[in-house]
Protein backbone atom coordinates (compact mmCIF):
# COMPACT_ATOMS: atom_id res chain seq x y z
CA UNK A 1 0.00 0.00 0.00
CA UNK A 2 1.28 3.31 -1.09
CA UNK A 3 1.85 6.33 1.76
CA UNK A 4 0.80 9.40 2.25
CA UNK A 5 4.54 10.73 1.75
CA UNK A 6 5.24 8.67 -1.72
CA UNK A 7 2.03 10.64 -2.88
CA UNK A 8 3.43 14.12 -2.32
CA UNK A 9 6.59 13.13 -3.80
CA UNK A 10 5.16 11.65 -6.91
CA UNK A 11 2.71 13.75 -7.57
CA UNK A 12 4.92 16.64 -6.00
CA UNK A 13 2.73 18.51 -3.90
CA UNK A 14 3.33 21.66 -2.26
CA UNK A 15 1.78 22.67 0.89
CA UNK A 16 -1.71 24.61 0.33
CA UNK A 17 -2.46 28.09 2.32
CA UNK A 18 -6.09 26.57 3.38
CA UNK A 19 -4.01 23.63 4.71
CA UNK A 20 -3.21 19.94 3.53
CA UNK A 21 -1.01 19.66 -0.09
CA UNK A 22 -1.78 20.35 -3.79
CA UNK A 23 -0.45 21.01 -7.06
CA UNK A 24 -2.49 22.60 -9.80
CA UNK A 25 -2.48 19.67 -12.74
CA UNK A 26 -4.59 21.81 -15.40
CA UNK A 27 -5.08 25.19 -16.44
CA UNK A 28 -7.07 25.11 -20.26
CA UNK A 29 -5.15 27.58 -22.16
CA UNK A 30 -8.08 29.05 -23.31
CA UNK A 31 -10.00 31.94 -21.53
CA UNK A 32 -13.08 33.83 -20.54
CA UNK A 33 -12.85 37.29 -20.85
CA UNK A 34 -13.60 39.44 -18.05
CA UNK A 35 -16.74 41.11 -19.95
CA UNK A 36 -18.31 38.07 -20.35
CA UNK A 37 -18.26 36.58 -16.88
CA UNK A 38 -20.02 37.83 -13.81
CA UNK A 39 -19.19 41.11 -11.84
CA UNK A 40 -18.08 39.42 -8.92
CA UNK A 41 -15.24 38.37 -11.04
CA UNK A 42 -12.15 40.95 -11.30
CA UNK A 43 -10.60 39.69 -14.81
CA UNK A 44 -10.54 37.18 -17.00
CA UNK A 45 -10.42 33.42 -16.53
CA UNK A 46 -9.33 30.20 -17.90
CA UNK A 47 -12.10 27.86 -18.43
CA UNK A 48 -11.13 25.48 -15.77
CA UNK A 49 -8.88 24.41 -13.66
CA UNK A 50 -7.66 21.28 -11.54
CA UNK A 51 -5.80 20.23 -8.91
CA UNK A 52 -4.75 17.58 -6.66
CA UNK A 53 -5.31 17.86 -3.01
CA UNK A 54 -4.37 16.07 -0.05
CA UNK A 55 -5.07 16.49 3.67
CA UNK A 56 -2.93 14.09 5.88
CA UNK A 57 -4.19 12.78 8.95
CA UNK A 58 -4.98 16.07 11.89
CA UNK A 59 -4.83 18.56 8.82
CA UNK A 60 -7.90 20.51 7.54
CA UNK A 61 -8.98 22.78 5.35
CA UNK A 62 -10.33 25.30 7.07
CA UNK A 63 -13.65 27.34 6.23
CA UNK A 64 -13.26 29.71 3.27
CA UNK A 65 -15.35 30.18 -0.09
CA UNK A 66 -14.74 30.60 -3.65
CA UNK A 67 -16.31 32.90 -6.33
CA UNK A 68 -16.78 29.62 -8.90
CA UNK A 69 -18.43 25.85 -8.26
CA UNK A 70 -15.99 23.82 -7.16
CA UNK A 71 -16.29 20.02 -7.85
CA UNK A 72 -14.12 17.57 -5.55
CA UNK A 73 -13.06 14.12 -6.54
CA UNK A 74 -12.60 11.26 -4.22
CA UNK A 75 -9.21 9.39 -5.18
CA UNK A 76 -7.76 7.49 -2.80
CA UNK A 77 -7.40 6.80 1.13
CA UNK A 78 -9.53 7.69 3.90
CA UNK A 79 -13.54 9.22 3.45
CA UNK A 80 -13.13 13.00 3.93
CA UNK A 81 -15.91 15.07 5.50
CA UNK A 82 -16.93 18.25 4.45
CA UNK A 83 -18.90 20.93 5.85
CA UNK A 84 -20.27 23.64 4.47
CA UNK A 85 -22.33 26.57 5.23
CA UNK A 86 -24.60 28.53 3.65
CA UNK A 87 -26.80 31.26 4.46
CA UNK A 88 -29.76 29.77 2.96
CA UNK A 89 -29.73 26.20 3.58
CA UNK A 90 -27.66 26.23 6.81
CA UNK A 91 -25.30 23.61 7.92
CA UNK A 92 -24.71 20.40 5.76
CA UNK A 93 -22.21 17.40 6.01
CA UNK A 94 -21.49 14.87 3.72
CA UNK A 95 -18.27 12.08 2.99
CA UNK A 96 -16.30 12.21 0.10
CA UNK A 97 -15.47 8.90 -0.22
CA UNK A 98 -15.76 5.43 -2.21
CA UNK A 99 -18.12 3.32 0.13
CA UNK A 100 -21.24 3.93 -1.58
CA UNK A 101 -23.45 0.73 0.17
CA UNK A 102 -22.44 3.70 3.51
CA UNK A 103 -23.81 6.82 1.81
CA UNK A 104 -20.19 7.99 0.52
CA UNK A 105 -20.02 10.05 -2.46
CA UNK A 106 -17.32 9.74 -5.34
CA UNK A 107 -17.62 13.80 -6.05
CA UNK A 108 -19.72 16.43 -4.57
CA UNK A 109 -19.98 20.39 -6.38
CA UNK A 110 -19.73 22.94 -3.51
CA UNK A 111 -21.95 25.84 -4.83
CA UNK A 112 -20.17 29.11 -5.32
CA UNK A 113 -19.84 31.43 -2.10
CA UNK A 114 -20.63 28.37 0.18
CA UNK A 115 -18.32 28.75 2.82
CA UNK A 116 -16.52 24.75 3.60
CA UNK A 117 -14.00 23.10 5.38
CA UNK A 118 -12.83 19.37 5.66
CA UNK A 119 -10.88 16.87 7.47
CA UNK A 120 -9.88 13.54 6.93
CA UNK A 121 -12.61 10.67 9.07
CA UNK A 122 -9.84 8.55 9.69
CA UNK A 123 -6.97 10.56 11.55
CA UNK A 124 -4.61 7.99 11.52
CA UNK A 125 -5.11 7.99 7.23
CA UNK A 126 -5.16 10.22 4.55
CA UNK A 127 -7.50 11.83 1.46
CA UNK A 128 -6.03 12.06 -1.77
CA UNK A 129 -9.01 14.06 -4.09
CA UNK A 130 -9.30 16.23 -7.12
CA UNK A 131 -10.71 19.56 -7.07
CA UNK A 132 -11.92 21.35 -10.61
CA UNK A 133 -13.10 25.24 -10.91
CA UNK A 134 -15.02 26.82 -13.61
CA UNK A 135 -14.60 29.40 -14.35
CA UNK A 136 -11.07 28.12 -13.47
CA UNK A 137 -9.49 28.82 -9.95
CA UNK A 138 -7.37 32.17 -9.13
CA UNK A 139 -6.04 33.08 -5.47
CA UNK A 140 -8.32 36.70 -5.79
CA UNK A 141 -11.31 34.41 -5.90
CA UNK A 142 -10.70 32.93 -2.87
CA UNK A 143 -11.93 33.95 0.56
CA UNK A 144 -11.11 33.03 4.20
CA UNK A 145 -13.96 32.59 6.87
CA UNK A 146 -13.44 34.67 9.74
CA UNK A 147 -14.21 32.89 13.35
CA UNK A 148 -16.66 36.22 14.05
CA UNK A 149 -18.54 36.35 11.16
CA UNK A 150 -19.28 32.83 10.70
CA UNK A 151 -20.42 32.60 14.39
CA UNK A 152 -22.64 35.62 14.14
CA UNK A 153 -24.11 33.70 11.29
CA UNK A 154 -24.24 30.32 12.28
CA UNK A 155 -24.28 30.45 16.03
CA UNK A 156 -25.04 26.58 15.92
CA UNK A 157 -22.02 25.74 14.58
CA UNK A 158 -19.85 27.47 16.86
CA UNK A 159 -17.39 24.81 18.11
CA UNK A 160 -17.09 23.26 14.79
CA UNK A 161 -16.30 26.77 13.29
CA UNK A 162 -13.43 27.33 15.93
CA UNK A 163 -12.24 23.91 15.43
CA UNK A 164 -11.95 24.46 11.63
CA UNK A 165 -11.06 28.07 11.31
CA UNK A 166 -7.46 29.19 11.90
CA UNK A 167 -7.94 32.60 10.42
CA UNK A 168 -9.38 35.37 12.74
CA UNK A 169 -9.45 39.19 11.55
Given amino acids: MINHEEIINRLELKPHPEGGYYRESYRSEETIERN ?3 DRYNSGRSFSTSIYYMLVGEQISVFHKLKSDEI ?42 TFFAAEVENKNSFALIGCTVSPGFEFADFEFGIIDHLIKHFPQQKELILRLTNIDE
Fill in 72 to 113: WHFYYGSPLLIHLLDAKSGYKQLKLGNNLLSGETLQFVIPKE
Fill in 36 to 38: SLP
